[in-house]
């Protein structure tokens, strides 16, 4: 299915979609440490012993990538290269490709497709490692799209975020990436994402939690429009209102 998207030209307009919440329903990147955590119970006690300190890390914005990594480094702990990590993300992928497939939304993916058509410059810029977004992306023949994500490398015997695709540094990794022209459109559900979405010509704000639609609503264009893109529990007008 890839090969029938027109190649995107230099001068396509570009167009960023968040990937938790956006196009896929939950944070991809939290159910996959909990599968790595809880292949053995000495990595479940190790993170009940670590959760009182690194779950409020992760709840605060400037601590948060520290209180990922910990998190991060308790379920790869003895996994010593990306290779290996990879390897794990695919095996977790392959084994809940039922309950990944569920959560993968289609009016989202409606949305994408369109972009794709048009032959806009689509990429997926996401917390999660770009390994976990791509294998997911596979399902509905995305898998060639670029995707920018938080980059884990060795630490102290496992793996860590060395580079955490949230908030500002998701910009400047796009940056860093070559995505470097006005951003036309963008897709996120998160306030962490308001650097990306206030950077854009054309905000999109898709399933967004409640309590934050009047900051949406305060600091984007008048008129952004406020979606919900078929995530229960979330707010935005529903797909069709």
């Excluded at 990538?65 to 977790?92: C, E, K, N, Q």
């Excluded at 399902?139 to 920018?148: L, S, W, Y």
Aim: glycine residues 10%.
């Amino acid at each position: 299915m890839s090969g029938a998207y027109p190649p995107p030209r230099d001068d396509a307009p570009l167009v960023v979609f968040d990937f938790d919440h956006t196009l896929y329903d939950g944070d991809s990147g939290s159910h996959l440490f909990k599968w790595l955590i809880e292949r053995a119970w000495w990595r479940v006690l190790l993170a009940l012993l670590v959760a009182p300190v690194a779950g409020p890390m992760v709840a605060w914005l400037p601590t948060r990538r520290a209180g990922i990594s910990v998190f991060v480094w308790t379920g790869t702990l003895g996994v010593r290269d990306r290779a290996a990590l990879d390897a794990l993300i695919d095996r977790y992928v392959a084994s809940h490709v039922e309950a990944v497939k569920a959560r993968l939304l289609p009016l989202a993916l409606d949305v994408f497709h369109q972009h794709r058509e048009r032959g806009d410059r689509v990429v997926v810029a996401t917390g999660a490692p770009p390994e976990l977004a791509r294998a997911i992306l596979s399902f509905v023949a995305h898998e060639d799209v670029p995707v920018i994500g938080t980059l884990l490398g060795p630490k102290l015997g496992g793996m860590g975020a060395l580079r955490h695709c949230h908030h500002a540094m998701k910009m400047t990794m796009l940056r860093a990436a070559g995505f470097t022209g006005p951003v036309e459109s963008a897709y996120s559900d998160s306030s962490a994402d308001l650097p990306l979405l206030r950077a854009a010509r054309r905000p999109v704000v898709v399933n967004p939690k409640a309590a934050r639609v009047a900051l949406f609503r305060r600091v984007l264009p008048s008129g952004t429009p406020i979606l919900n893109w078929g995530c229960p529990g979330r707010a935005g007008e529903p797909a069709g209102g």
